[in-house]
C-alpha cells in the first residue's frame, strides 16, 4: 500500500457551523459526530476531523487547498459571492475580487467562519502530470 493521508483534524471555534461551511461550499456531506470530531469526507477518502477548541484556547489559522473541478469551482465560487464572502487571487490577500489562473487553471482564496485559509483550485500546481 503506498502512504496516503486518511484524515486531519481541524481546530473550529464552532466546529458545526466550520464544517457545514465547508461541505455547503463543497458540495459535500457533514458525516455522524464521531466522539469530540465532525467529519467532512472529500471524494478522495481524506476526512477533516472538525473539532470544538475551548473559547480560551488559541489556534493557529491553517491552509487547506482543495483540487476541484472545473464544475466545482463555478458551484463553490458561485456561493462564496452569494454569500458575499471576500475572496483574494493570492494567499497574501493581495488582489482582493479576483481570482488566478496559475497552470491554466482558476483559483480562489477566501476563509472560513473559524479564520482558516481555504483555496480551491482547478489544476494542481506545476499542472496536470504530461
Do not use: C
Not at 26 to 50: K, R, S
Amino acid at each position: 500500500m503506498s502512504v496516503q493521508l486518511n484524515h486531519t483534524i481541524v481546530a473550529a471555534k464552532d466546529r458545526s457551523e466550520s464544517a457545514e461551511f465547508l461541505a455547503d461550499i463543497l458540495g459535500l456531506e457533514v458525516g455522524a459526530p464521531m466522539g469530540p470530531f465532525l467529519p467532512v469526507q472529500l471524494h478522495n477518502g481524506v476526512t477533516l476531523d472538525f473539532a470544538q477548541q475551548p473559547p480560551d484556547k488559541e489556534f493557529a489559522p491553517q491552509h487547506y487547498a482543495f483540487l476541484v473541478s472545473e464544475a466545482e469551482f463555478d458551484a463553490a465560487f458561485d456561493k462564496i459571492k452569494r454569500y458575499r464572502l471576500t475572496f483574494w487571487a493570492d494567499p497574501r490577500q493581495h488582489l482582493e475580487g479576483e481570482i488566478n489562473h496559475h497552470d491554466g487553471g482558476r483559483g480562489v482564496y477566501f476563509l472560513d467562519p473559524s479564520g482558516h485559509y481555504l483555496e480551491l483550485i482547478t489544476v494542481p500546481y506545476g499542472g496536470w502530470p504530461a
